[in-house]
């Protein structure tokens, strides 16, 4: 009899113990699909997107988005600092030992947020600008994935750079074309806010990249929709109250920042000419094929 209770005992004991392996496969089966299953969020860019000069790299836009798009999502940081995507700038973007990870990790939903160093560039144009940035994203639209797509225009620095992000607009709404992409348009989140920039007024608080994320998850959640331009969808960040002495300061930075770009082309015009002459199509082609 107490053979008999033991042996029933053992085959309590046993069935508990595969039941609990059971258990335990069918929870890392579901973390795995789970995780699997995750939209893949891949946020390429420059400083603007590392969250370069920040004290807490959880405020950076990437970061903050991945807080607002939750669990269903996963979002990953692929920005650089100081990089272009002009083959001709300081550091291409595609030369990074970020930039192979990018690609491998072949996001659902790419991001992309280029130009505020490029739009420095001596030799910038709205066409060199719009080719070298199409043959670089189109280096992410090479698996069979269907990829969804976003370029977001960088907010303007309050330097002698003042207001030269404008002119990346239409040729990012070109580039966006080309890929049925969407562009998310930031300059109304920071111009009326000089509170939003580091001490080199150019890169940005944890502030600005708060309201960044939100506008960037509301446009992947389809919740905010934008009118068509030049073939792509063109969301732009509502209007908000500038406050009179901010505009004032605007208006200052505006004058100040024309004079330093016609002085600059000036300085840069033999430079320019001696460009054209070797490379006629640069713009087309690149300069480094």
């Known amino acids: ?14 069935v508990a113990k595969v039941s609990a392996l059971a258990l335990a496969a069918v929870m890392v089966m579901g973390c795995s699909v789970t995780s699997l299953a995750a939209t893949k969020v891949a946020c390429i860019g420059d400083s603007l997107t590392r969250g370069y000069l920040l004290e807490n790299p959880d405020e950076s836009y990437p970061s903050q988005l991945q807080k607002l798009l939750g669990s269903d999502y996963e979002v990953k940081n692929f920005g650089y600092t100081a990089s272009y995507v002009i083959d001709d700038g300081a550091l291409e973007y595609i030369d990074t ?83 049925g992409a969407t562009v998310i348009d930031s300059y109304n989140l920071a111009i009326g806010h000089p509170e939003y920039y580091m001490e080199d007024k150019v890169h940005m608080t944890g502030a600005f990249y708060e309201k960044l994320a939100q506008l960037v998850a509301s446009s992947v959640k389809g919740e905010v929709t934008g009118k068509t331009i030049h073939g792509a969808e063109y969301i732009y960040a509502p209007e908000e109250t500038v406050p009179s002495e901010v505009t004032q300061e605007n208006n200052v930075l505006y004058a100040a920042a024309k004079a330093a770009k016609e002085q600059r082309d000036e300085a840069n015009k033999p430079y320019l000419e001696k460009l054209l002459a070797e490379h006629p199509d640069y713009e087309t082609t690149g300069l480094y094929n």
């Open 97 to 179: 030992p970020i930039y192979p990870d990018s690609v491998a990790y072949d996001g659902d939903i790419l991001i992309f947020m280029f130009g505020a160093n490029d739009i420095r560039a001596y030799d910038w144009t709205p066409k060199y600008f719009e080719n070298q940035y199409a043959k670089v994203v189109n280096t992410y639209t090479r698996s069979n994935k269907q990829h969804k797509i976003f370029f977001i225009i960088p907010p303007e620095s309050r330097d002698e750079y003042f207001s030269l992000q404008r002119n990346a607009v239409e040729p990012t709404l070109k580039v966006a074309a080309r890929f």
């Open 1 to 14: 009899m107490i053979d008999m209770i033991n042996k029933m005992i053992m085959g309590i004991r046993k």
